[in-house]
C-alpha cells in the first residue's frame, strides 16, 4: 500500500479497529457516524419477506436424532464491546464507504448492543484496475471473529489465487478462506463470522460464502442468487453434520447444530468446528455485457427483502446513471441506504451491511 516502482494494491478494511491509512489510496472514505437521509416510498413494491423455513416445512429427522442426541453445546455470551488489548469500546451505529464502482452501507441493528457486521474492499490488485475482492462478515457471538476476518480474508485470498493457475481458482480462495479460519483458531477468539466475498479477476466473477450472507447478480434487472444460504434445514448440510457425528435439532423456531447455531458453515465457532466447517462454496460466471451489478449482503437484508426486491430497489434508484458514472456515484450510496431502511421497516432488528458494485465500472474485458 506504500508508493514503490511495482503496481500497487488499495485495500480499505472497514473495522474500528483496522483502519486503513488515508495515504494509501483517493479510493478512501471516511465512514460518517451519522448519516440520516429520508425514508423512501416502498409502495410499488410486494410486501413478500424471505425467512428462515418454518419446522413444519422440512422433513421430520427429530425422532431419529433424539436416539444418539450428545449433550448440547452452548454459543458464547455474546460480547457487548471488543478488545484486542486497545481497552474497550463501543462500535459506531453506522459504517460507510464508497469508491469508483461500488458503495457499502452498514447499519447497527436495534437489537444489537455492538456491530457485529464488518466489510473490507480492495480495489487495483496488484495494480491492475479489473481486478478487485469486496467482503462482508456477519459476526455472531461478538464481533471478533469478524473483525479478524475482515482484515485478513482479502490478503490470504489473494496470496492464494496470485499464486495459482486459473484452472486452480476455486481451490485458491477456498484455501485462503481456511487460512483465515486457523488465524482466527490461533488468536483464541470464541465466537463466529458468516461471510460472503467477490473476487473480480480477468473478465470472471468467483463469488464465495460460508452462512447466510449471500450474493445476488443482477442481469438485466432479473436477480440471480449466486450463493445459496449454509443453513442447517439445508438437507445436504444436515446430513454432512449427521455423518460427522453431529446433529440437527429444531430450537426456537429454527433448525440448529447441537441445538445451538442456525448456520452450518462458518468463519471460528471453534466450539462447533467439527460440524460447523469454513470451507465455502464457490461460483465462478464470466462477466457478460447483461451483468450489471452484484449485490453483497448480510442476512439482516435477506431474512426480510427477496432477491428480486434488492435488484428492483438498485434498479429504481440508479436507473440508467449506474451504467454510466464512473466516479463514486451517491445514487449507489442511496440505493444501499433505502435497501436497509425497507428492511428495518419491515422488522428487521439485526445489524444490515450492504455492498452495490457497478461491474461495468471496473474496466474488465
Known sequence: MCAVAAPTTTTTTMTPLFSPPKVASPLYKSYSLNYSSPSPS???????????????????VDTVLKRRRPARIDVPTIVPSIGFGFGTFETPEVMEEEGE??????????????????????????GDSRQAFFGIFDGHGGAQVAEIAAKRMSENVIDQVTRRTESELEEAIKDGYLATDREVSEQGVSGGACSATA???NGHLAVSNVGDCRAVLSRKG???????DHRACREDERNRIEKSGGYVDCCRGAWRVQGTLAVSRAIGDKHLKQWVISEPETRVVKIEDDCDYLILAS???????????????VEAACG?????????NPLLMSACKQLAALSASRGSVDDTTVVIIKLNCLHLN
Request: glycine fraction near 6%; hydrophobic fraction near 35%.
Open 199 to 201: 473476487l473480480i479477476r
Open 299 to 313: 442476512d439482516g437484508l435477506w431474512d426480510k427483502i427477496t432477491n428480486q426486491e434488492a435488484v428492483d430497489v
Open 101 to 126: 464502482g461500488y458503495s457499502v452501507y452498514c447499519k447497527r441493528g436495534r437489537r444489537r448492543i455492538a456491530m457485529e457486521d464488518r466489510f473490507s474492499a480492495t480495489v487495483g490488485i496488484q
Open 222 to 228: 432479473k436477480a440471480e442468487a449466486l450463493t445459496s
Open 42 to 60: 416502498y409502495s410499488s413494491l410486494p410486501r413478500s419477506v424471505s425467512c428462515p423455513p418454518s419446522a413444519s416445512s422440512l422433513p421430520d
Open 320 to 328: 440508467v446513471e449506474i451504467m454510466e458514472n464512473k466516479k463514486p
